[in-house]
């Protein structure tokens, strides 16, 4: 049983989500607007936040970018609702900071899948007690679930934590990105291995000095990535 506040205006969908997750065995705590939501969570921090993109007085966009930039809430899974179809809309909500995205119709059985594999990462990660991982200038704290670069703490989403340490982990392999979608989000991500690259890119811009030539993560073109073993690096 986990508490999830729904973040969404439309009472329609807001009663279906609440319906189906409650069915579940989860409390659900609801906001109709962006500005409501950032008060229910100075309050009380759920276990997750299902945040739709256009909401009223505050975006979900800004919603998620204020979550993210609290250390509080830094590491809050969001699973992010949006009406549009457009690529540009689900890449931006992923490089702000949401873990997942829906598109709006959606089916409850694939909403309450994708909450259940949020938060079944989120549970792995706080039961962690694996030790720190040290590549060249990247230092990865398993425990605190922290990265630091010639001393300076990174900020990354769980999502994106989760990706830089099962490739840190495990230097010189390569990954698909149906391998990483299924490890990392917990499922079937119904084939769209964009949101790996939309990750991968945002690794990269916090832990490469040159994203566009990276030192540590490496594209396997046609196949997916990896993190480039230390004895190539020189």
């Not at 509080?72 to 900071?97: C, H, Q, W, Y």
């Not at 398993?142 to 934590?161: A, D, N, S």
């Not at 495990?170 to 769209?192: A, C, H, Q, S």
Request: charged share 30%.
């Amino acid at each position: 049983m986990a508490t999830i506040l729904v973040v969404e205006d439309d009472s329609n969908i807001l009663e279906l989500v609440k319906f189906n997750l409650e069915k579940e065995g989860h409390i659900v705590n609801e906001a109709i607007d962006g500005e409501s939501a950032i008060i229910k969570l100075q309050e009380t921090l759920p276990d997750l936040v299902i945040l739709d993109l256009m909401l009223p007085r505050l975006d979900g966009l800004e919603v998620c970018k204020k979550l993210r930039a609290n250390t509080r809430s830094s590491n809050l899974p969001i699973l992010m609702l949006t009406a549009k179809s457009e690529e540009f809309d689900k890449v931006l909500g992923l490089e702000m900071g949401a873990d997942d995205y829906m598109t709006k119709p959606f089916s409850p059985r694939e909403l309450v899948a994708r909450v259940k594999a949020l938060l079944r990462r989120s549970s792995r990660r706080e039961s962690s007690s694996d030790g720190p991982i040290q590549v060249g200038e990247i230092s990865i704290d398993v425990e605190r679930y922290e990265v630091w670069i010639h001393g300076r703490k990174q900020e990354l989403t769980p999502k994106e934590f989760e990706l830089l340490r099962l490739l840190a982990s495990n230097p010189g392999k390569v990954f698909n990105r149906e391998f990483l979608l299924e490890r990392i989000w917990g499922y079937d991500y119904f084939g769209d291995s964009r949101t790996v690259d939309v990750h991968i890119r945002h690794i990269r811009q916090k832990v490469e000095k040159d994203p566009a030539n990276p030192r540590y993560i490496e594209t396997v073109r046609g196949v997916g990535y990896k993190f480039r073993d230390p004895a190539e690096m020189g």
